[in-house]
Antibody
Framework: EVQLLESGGGLVQPGGSLRLSCAAS????????MSWVRQAPGKGLEWVST????????YYADSVKGRFTISRDNSKNTVHLQMNSLRAEDTAEYYC????????WGQGTLVTVSS | EVVLTQSPATLSLSPGERATLSCRAS??????LAWYQQKPGQAPRLLIY???NRATGIPARFSGSGSGTDFTLTISSLEPEDFAVYYC??????????FGQGTKVEIK
C-alpha cells in the first residue's frame, strides 16, 4: 500500500522557518519526481515545488522562489521542504504528492504563519 | 504561465442529474490536462489524466474530453458521493503546474 506521510507543520511567526518532511512507502521512491502542493484555508490548490527522482533538478513557484528549498533523501524515502522567511500568505495545508498518470497524495500538514 | 479558468464556480444539481464542468486554458496545453475531485478535509483525488483517461479505480460515470484550450469533465449521473469540488490542472507547460480555481458541485 502506498503511503505519503507529512510532518513538520505548525504555528510559526512571520519571518520564521519550518521544515516539512514527507515519508514515502509502497513504491519505488527514487524513480519518481515528488512535489509539494499547498491550499490556503478555503482556497484552491497551488503548486509549490517539484524535485526530480535523482534530486538533481528542482523547480519552484515564483511565490516561494528564494525562500523555500526542496530536497530528498532516496536512502530514507523522504522529501523535505525547508521554508524560510515565512509570510502570512504561506499559511496553508501543505500536501506531499507524486503527480502523474498514477497520483499519490499525503493527507497534508498545516502551516500557520501568525504573530 | 498558463491560466486555467473553470466554469461555473458552483453547479447546483440533484442526484441522478448530469454534470458538465468546463476548464479553459489561456494557451494550448495539448491534451496534458488532469481533473481532480476534493472533498472537505481530504486530499485531492485524481479522476482524469491526459484529458480523457480515467485514473485507476475511477467509475465510468466520470469522463473527460477536449484538447488545446477547452476541456470538459462530465459526470453522467450524479451519485451522492460526487458532491465535491473539482479542479483542473495543466501538465503541459511547466513549471509551473497550474490549477483552475475549482467548481463546487452542490446538492440542489
Amino acid at each position: 500500500e502506498v503511503q505519503l506521510l507529512e510532518s513538520g507543520g505548525g504555528l510559526v511567526q512571520p519571518g520564521g522557518s519550518l521544515r516539512l518532511s514527507c515519508a514515502a512507502s509502497g513504491f519505488t521512491f527514487s524513480s519518481y519526481a515528488m512535489s509539494w502542493v499547498r491550499q490556503a484555508p478555503g482556497k484552491g490548490l497551488e503548486w509549490v515545488s517539484t524535485i526530480s527522482g535523482s534530486g538533481g533538478s528542482t523547480y519552484y513557484a515564483d511565490s516561494v522562489k528564494g525562500r523555500f528549498t526542496i530536497s530528498r533523501d532516496n536512502s530514507k524515502n523522504t522529501v523535505h521542504l525547508q521554508m524560510n522567511s515565512l509570510r502570512a500568505e504561506d499559511t496553508a495545508e501543505y500536501y506531499c504528492a507524486k503527480i502523474g498518470v498514477v497520483d499519490y497524495w499525503g493527507q497534508g500538514t498545516l502551516v500557520t504563519v501568525s504573530s | 504561465e498558463v491560466v486555467l479558468t473553470q466554469s461555473p464556480a458552483t453547479l447546483s444539481l440533484s442526484p441522478g442529474e448530469r454534470a458538465t464542468l468546463s476548464c479553459r486554458a489561456s494557451q494550448s496545453v495539448s491534451s496534458s490536462l488532469a481533473w481532480y475531485q476534493q472533498k472537505p478535509g481530504q486530499a485531492p483525488r485524481l479522476l482524469i489524466y491526459d484529458a480523457s483517461n480515467r485514473a485507476t479505480g475511477i467509475p465510468a460515470r466520470f469522463s473527460g474530453s477536449g484538447s488545446g484550450t477547452d476541456f470538459t469533465l462530465t459526470i453522467s449521473s450524479l451519485e451522492p458521493e460526487d458532491f465535491a469540488v473539482y479542479y483542473c490542472q495543466q501538465r503541459n507547460n511547466w513549471p509551473p503546474w497550474t490549477f483552475g480555481q475549482g467548481t463546487k458541485v452542490e446538492i440542489k
